[in-house]
């Protein structure tokens, strides 16, 4: 009896070690595709501490990032190999900057780094190269669009301060990341992120403003930016209807001000004439 109830626990163990052991290397398994280890971990008012990182440019000279910040800047982290979603991403970060009222160059910066450390200087100059040559329908200057590449630490460092989570793929050459353009403050502050591979220009102007952080705004600018604001879940600008509905009962108060401290004196001014006129034709 003894023996028969020592042979259940032995049994007993070796079945929970093996339970264990199986859900153990599942999580192992699947660990690299967790939302912790990939995809973009949004941290807004992040501060990049953009005169400590340090990438080489076009030409393999090192550059001070915070030099490129004399004004709004949207960056992309991608890799210049990548058979997936990078291209389709800096294809239509082309595509809406050509269909944007704002200039590149002017209004923002776009800078583009590599977050693999052995790509260099000549692919950097051969992606600046094809994208700027694609915007045929509105031209932009090399300086508008700035690519860079860097060494692990100061890679990691940047990425780790916007939330861009990413792997080595299992074949070794490739990454497994997401895709999305961070909208950063002159200052390096993260200010807006719009995630996926497909942007619209009023979303991409309207996060540009945004990350102006109290830079001019032309007047309708400063409307458009009153009339919509930032849904985090769908990561777009919607309209808002109740600050419309607002505006327009102000303005419409403010009109009915004014017009009853002008026109209140006017009528004052007509009573004072027909009443002259009424004592006139009396003493007649």
Not at 63 to 70: A, C, E, P, Q
Not at 81 to 105: E, F
Not at 106 to 119: C, K, N
Not at 258 to 271: L, S
Request: aromatic share 8%; net charge positive; hydrophobic share 45%.
């Amino acid at each position: 009896m003894v023996s028969t109830l020592a042979d259940r626990k032995a049994r007993s163990v070796v079945v929970w070690g093996l339970c264990f052991g199986l859900v153990t290397a599942a999580t192992s398994a699947t660990g690299e595709q967790t939302p912790q280890t990939v995809g973009i971990e949004e941290k807004l008012s992040a501060m990049v501490p953009i005169d400590e990182l340090v990438f080489r440019d076009e030409q393999g000279k090192p550059v001070v990032l915070g030099s490129l910040f004399d004004i709004p800047v949207v960056l992309t982290l991608v890799y210049f190999r990548c058979p997936g979603i990078c291209t389709p991403l800096l294809q239509d970060l082309a595509s809406v900057v050509q269909k944007s009222d704002l200039v590149a160059g002017e209004d923002y910066r776009l800078i583009t780094i590599s977050f693999d450390p052995q790509e260099g200087a000549d692919l950097a100059r051969m992606k600046q190269h094809n994208m700027i040559s694609s915007m045929t329908r509105k031209p932009i200057a090399k300086d508008a669009w700035r690519f860079f590449t860097g060494d692990e630490a100061t890679i990691r460092r940047l990425a780790k301060t916007v939330g861009f989570n990413y792997v080595r793929d299992k074949n070794g050459q490739d990454y497994v990341h997401g895709a999305t353009l961070t909208f950063l403050g002159s200052n390096g502050m993260v200010a807006r992120y719009l995630q996926g591979t497909r942007f619209n220009p009023a979303d991409f102007e309207l996060a540009v403003v945004d990350a102006s952080m109290g830079r001019a705004r032309s007047f309708m600018k400063r409307i458009q930016r009153l009339c919509y604001a930032f849904k985090p879940e769908s990561h777009t600008y919607t309209l808002q209807i109740n600050r419309i509905i607002l505006g327009v009962t102000l303005v419409f108060v403010a009109l009915f001000i004014v017009f009853v401290v002008i026109a209140k004196p006017g009528k004052r001014r007509k009573d004072l004439v027909e009443g002259a006129h009424r004592v006139e034709e009396k003493s007649r």
